[in-house]
């Protein structure tokens, strides 16, 4: 039986004693739900591969409450101190190289010498960690490979019965997952398009960042087939084909509408719920084309990897 919690004290106090006592923890951050365990405990980061059924070599977030402690677990830089100093708390994931003796589950880093680790900015997930004291390892709180969660709803759908709580504090505001940046190469690079805009972490920056072609997995969420609902997704589409229902993105006539007024921040608070929607009806799912830039260019991407051949 899986335990609703809400966000009160005595709620987040309940979820950091799961936490510590090895249970899964499905919490709010402003990115989506993330599925927490104790980082440095190996049974419990193991759990979270059973329950959402994740490939073990695809490696997971750890949730941090500060960059000070964030520097305890990885060989720090200058770039990373600028990125951080810019945009955490918020919804950026650093890759950096794994600092010896960390303390951390070898399954977080899934055998990799870099370590993804995020400063997240929900209150709620930031009260969690200061009450637990200690890292949490947090993918999204769903089943590997399905529709993100961005309400506690979703997460119950996919994973109840599966994981001790979750803790419900309403829809996430952001809606697409972290933008993850790799710092172990000579230059910055794009692992992962989401929550943040890449053009403003290049400006931060001051250098564009370098992109990484091929099949190897050295960050999450880059396998190929992800987000995907049940459903065919058929995407770029001015309408919807007989027996499909149409997500749409600005003026025109559709089943869920992404942003009618074409506002790429409403489009990605919205993009997970409505495919959740839509995928409930059990018809094939048509996409109106978004466009590419900013958070466009992480819609995009999740709607490429939800329509990829299974």
Known sequence: MTETLLPTAEGITRAAELLRDGALVALPTETVYGL?????????????????????????IVHLPDVETAKRYVEWSDEADRLAQAFWPGAMTLVLPLKP???????????????????????????????????????????????SPTTAAHVLAGLSGKIAAVLDDGPCSVGLESTIIGLTAARPALLRAGGLPSEAIEAALGQPLDSVAGDEIIAPGQLTTHYAPRAAVRLNAQSAAPGEVLLGFGTMACDLNLSPSGDLTEAAANLFDHLHQLDATGRPIAVAPIPDHGLGRAINDRLARAAAPR
């Open 101 to 147: 003796d960390n303390g951390l589950s070898s399954l977080v880093t899934a055998g990799l010498p870099s370590l993804a680790l995020r400063v997240p900015a929900h209150p709620v997930m930031q009260q969690v960690l200061q009450t637990l004291q200690g890292p949490v390892a947090a993918p999204s709180a769903n089943p590997s490979g399905k529709i």
């Open 36 to 60: 927490g365990a104790d980082a440095r405990n190996g049974a419990a980061v193991a759990g979270i591969y059973a329950a959402k059924g994740r490939p073990s070599f695809n490696p997971l």
